[in-house]
């Protein structure tokens, strides 16, 4: 079955960078895109970034464009976020998802992992 | 960007009862293009359903969505205990971004 295992949160100091890892396992990495999403209790989930099966494109919410980079190795079967200049609101839970599987759209998410939590905080 | 409300934040129910949840876009959905997720304490969300209407994988038919346009439904026929939990609506489309409303709650009476 599908596992998405995530690692790497913890707590960092805002202007701090933090890279966040999800290890895939259950299904043929290089054939889907995989996402970021994350949780938080004031602004509840929230997209984030999307990287599809080759890598060859990217995509980030607005809101950390030009901060956050994800990236991809198929021959790891693990997708990364290399998160830098983190502020206090990117305090979150984050999830990896896999996006699409048999579903027709790669933007539906149809497994999660269980997240890994970041705390921004001095 | 479409921006996604749901109604009611809270739905108090007794299992054996009916729950309809709203989920109003903003703008017209084309495609009907809207998920529905579950999530329980302590769990990652669980897809139900896509394209409004149609069932995950898995997913039980007293589950069912709705809907078109702006308005859309999802539907548990008869809760079950293990139903209470929180339900997020989600618009997808053909490119990212993607947005999800701010969840309904429903909780036993």
């Known amino acids: 079955q599908v596992q998405l295992v995530e690692s790497g949160g913890g707590v960092v100091q805002p202007g701090g960078s933090l890279t966040l890892s999800c290890a895939a396992s259950g299904f043929i990495f290089n054939n889907y895109g995989m996402h970021w999403v994350r949780q938080t209790p004031g602004k509840g989930l929230e997209w984030v970034a999307f990287i599809r099966n080759d890598g060859s494109n990217e995509y980030y919410a607005d809101s950390v464009k030009g901060r956050f980079t994800i990236s991809r190795d198929n021959s790891k079967n693990t997708v990364y976020l290399q998160m830098n200049s983190l502020r206090a609101e990117d305090t979150a839970l984050y999830y990896c998802?896999?996006?699409?599987?048999?579903?027709?759209?790669?933007?539906?998410?149809?497994?999660w992992g269980q997240g890994t939590l970041v705390t921004v905080s001095s | 960007e479409i921006v996604l409300t749901q109604s009611p934040g809270t739905l108090s129910l007794s299992p054996g009862e009916r729950a309809t949840l709203s989920c109003r876009a903003s703008?017209?959905?084309?495609?009907?293009?809207i998920a529905w997720y579950q999530q329980k304490p302590g769990q990652a969300p669980r897809l139900l359903m896509y394209?409004?209407?149609h069932r995950a994988a898995g997913i039980p038919d007293r589950f069912s969505g709705s809907g078109s346009g702006t308005d859309f439904t999802l539907t548990i026929s008869r809760l079950e205990p293990e139903d209470f939990a929180v339900y997020y609506c989600q618009k997808y489309g053909t490119s990212p971004p993607t947005a999800f409303g701010p969840g309904t709650k429903v909780d036993i009476k």
């Open positions: 703008q017209t959905v084309t495609w009907s293009e």
């Open positions: 394209g409004a209407s």
């Open positions: 998802a896999k996006g699409g599987g048999p579903y027709g759209n790669y933007l539906i998410f149809d497994d």
